[in-house]
């Protein structure tokens, strides 16, 4: 399968000056400059099939790209949840907790301090949205997302599961652009079904490990 991984153009949302990431702020006006040359480029894919997001600058940009395309939304590809900052402006969090501005993508989510959603709960609910949309066996598919979405389905469709190398930036994709992957769908949903079966069950028992009891 080829794998289709784009990023929304920029949201109003910095503009208005909320920090949490699930402000559902439309495109900035001229987003489509800012798009062009990824819809240039992807307009010769064969019949795609097309998820994104539900927030905004996901589906306008989604629509955007793909004007004869219905897109199918598909919640658990959301963006983080920010915590205790989902709705604090960012000025807020610069005059109460300017130490959390300096902070990097990866000390935010492999520690958070603030309620915020953790990178293995977003691996879990990206793993969730992927079994989702994996199993239609379509042979191009496009995820238009957010960056730590994006960034998560890179590096599980790599087969890479050591969720604490997830916040690294190795997939860094900028606003309005893409990355393409070729993936084999039924290798990752096995992985991921093993995985939530092993987190299911849990740590073995000792009598599971054939101790004396």
């Known amino acids: 399968m080829e794998l289709v991984l784009v990023r929304h153009a ?11 990431r699930l402000y559902d702020a439309p495109l900035i006006e001229g987003f489509e400059e800012q798009l062009a040359e ?8 064969e019949e795609p099939k097309v998820s994104s997001s539900p927030l905004s ?4 940009t989604a629509a955007f790209i793909f004007p004869q395309k219905a897109v199918h939304v598909v919640e658990e590809f959301r963006a983080y949840h920010s ?7 960012e000025s807020f969090i610069r005059e ?13 989510f492999l520690r958070p301090h603030f309620d915020e959603e953790s990178m293995e709960a977003q691996a879990s609910r990206v793993e969730r949205g992927i079994l989702r949309v994996f199993g239609a066996g379509d042979p191009i598919l496009v995820i238009v997302a957010h960056y730590s979405t994006i960034n ?6 790599s087969l890479n599961w050591e969720t604490d190398t997830y ?7 900028a606003e309005g652009a ?10 990752v949903l096995t992985n991921i079904r093993d995985r939530i079966g092993r987190k299911k069950s849990g740590p073995p028992t000792r009598e599971g490990r054939g101790g004396n009891g």
């Open 38 to 45: 990824t819809r240039a480029a992807l307009e010769c894919l």
């Open 152 to 157: 998560i389905i890179a590096h599980i469709t």
């Open 167 to 173: 916040a690294d930036g190795t997939y860094d994709v």
């Open 96 to 108: 109460h907790n300017p130490e959390y501005v300096s902070l990097s993508y990866r000390d935010r």
């Open 83 to 89: 915590g205790f900052f989902e709705e604090k402006t």
């Open 178 to 187: 893409f990355i393409r992957k070729t993936v084999d769908p039924v290798i």
């Open 57 to 60: 600058r996901c589906l306008e």
């Open 10 to 20: 920029t949201s109003m949302r910095s503009r208005v000056g909320i920090w949490g």
